[in-house]
């Protein structure tokens, strides 16, 4: 992270309204919400991540820049990791395992997750998962949307596709699937980390 320190802020956004304008800019009212969360290190250069709640938002047990610490990376897709890890928590507002033991070893899936330590954290993941199944672009799209949505076709779908060792694609997805949701990989967050 060369040295940068890693600001977080939880607000009420009309306490804040001229910050909340500027750190959601693409928000057409970001002021309709009632509370803004960011993670910066330097508001000007850019925000790591932020989120709009109705619901408030808690910081911890961790703070992020302790979690990347503790995560220890060593190369980008490491620290996109850590940070995803992090923002997920936050998201579904409990610290969750992210310890891959006991996951039931299938080697495509096993290759297919590594950068992420075997969990199933971003979006590309699943639609990468249903596409050794089908090669359809739009179809890959349909049934990522389909499992998040938990489609029952879609959830049947996933476990009537199985893996050479009889494993059900449904239960890897049930299994790896800690956050119970999947993200977009956070490149530009991990890239400005890194910057010198």
Excluded at 96 to 125: A, M, Y
């Amino acid at each position: 992270m060369n040295g940068k320190s890693i600001k977080e802020q939880v607000w009420q956004t009309a306490e804040e309204p001229k910050m909340t304008r500027h750190i959601f800019p693409e928000i057409q009212d970001p002021l309709s919400f009632k509370y803004g969360y960011a993670a910066y290190t330097d508001l000007e250069v850019g925000v790591l991540e932020g989120y709009l709640s109705d619901t408030p938002i808690a910081i911890g047990p961790c703070v992020l820049s302790e979690h990347i610490s503790k995560s220890d990376p060593r190369g980008l897709w490491d620290l996109v990791f850590a940070l995803d890890t992090y923002f997920l928590t936050l998201l579904v507002g409990e610290p969750r395992c992210t310890d891959n033991t006991g996951f039931v070893s299938v080697p495509t899936v096993d290759e297919l997750l590594h950068p992420s330590r075997g969990l199933l954290i971003w979006k590309h993941q699943l639609e990468d998962l249903y596409r050794l199944f089908d090669t359809s672009n739009q179809r890959c799209v349909e049934f990522r949307r389909g499992i998040n949505n938990k489609l029952p076709a879609t959830l049947r779908k996933a476990q009537s596709l199985t893996f050479a060792c009889g494993t059900s694609l449904g239960d890897v997805i049930e299994e790896r699937s800690v956050f119970g949701v999947q993200t977009r990989p956070s490149l530009r967050a991990a890239h400005l980390l890194s910057a010198s």
